[in-house]
């Protein structure tokens, strides 16, 4: 709690924001600066991108709702979408 404690108190934060939505068109990153706290709070978007999912890496990703999938195979999409997640936030 001390780490986030610090972090509040800084006079600017710069923050990424991740996140894929439910068309699973890509992975959408938002690049922040954050400063004051509370009801002082003030956000500024500095950069966003949008990165398209390949279609194979989308396909696969849909395939995951319609059949049952075992653990190995949610796994490695996990890891799969958390480096495209990281290509992203670079």
């Known amino acids: 709690m001390k780490i986030l404690q610090q972090l509040s108190e800084k006079e600017k934060r710069f923050v990424i924001g991740l996140m894929s ?3 699973v068109d890509g992975i959408d990153a938002a690049l922040t600066e954050i ?3 509370g009801e002082d709070i003030s956000v500024k978007l500095i ?3 949008h990165q398209p ?3 194979d890496i ?3 990703i849909f395939a995951l709702f ?3 999938v075992t653990a190995k195979e949610l796994c490695q999409m996990n ?3 958390g480096r495209l997640f990281a ?3 670079l």
């Open 21 to 23: 939505g439910t068309s």
């Open 35 to 37: 400063s004051g706290n």
């Open 47 to 49: 950069d966003f991108v």
């Open 53 to 55: 999912y390949p279609e």
């Open 58 to 60: 989308r396909k696969r």
């Open 66 to 68: 319609d059949q049952p």
């Open 79 to 81: 890891f799969l979408i």
């Open 87 to 89: 290509r992203a936030a």
